[in-house]
């Protein structure tokens, strides 16, 4: 760029709210993608830029050992569908 050449900004929009309201969300589980309900707790700039936290499984199984590995996780829009119960 030259020095009479504006500069380009580009900025990311995340249209996902932090609030309690869960969303389905892919996850793995025994070494395979199931959906899970989760909530999203944060974004960041890095990629993957969303961070999920598992509540339960489709079904409202909470038991720990029904639940992914890790309770949090880093994952992209593909990953997440909006749910209402």
């Given amino acids: 760029m030259g020095h009479g050449e504006p500069k380009l900004t580009l900025t990311l929009t995340l249209t996902l709210t932090l609030t ?21 707790v944060s974004h960041r700039t890095q990629f993957p830029r969303i961070v999920v936290k598992y509540m339960s499984t489709e079904d409202d199984n909470t ?23």
């Fill in 20 to 40: 309690p309201n869960p969303n389905l969300n892919q996850g793995l589980h025994a070494g395979s993608r199931k959906r899970f309900k989760a909530q999203v």
């Fill in 63 to 85: 038991n720990p050992i029904a639940l992914p590995e890790m309770p949090t996780a880093y994952v992209t829009m593909a990953d997440i569908e909006p749910k209402d119960w």
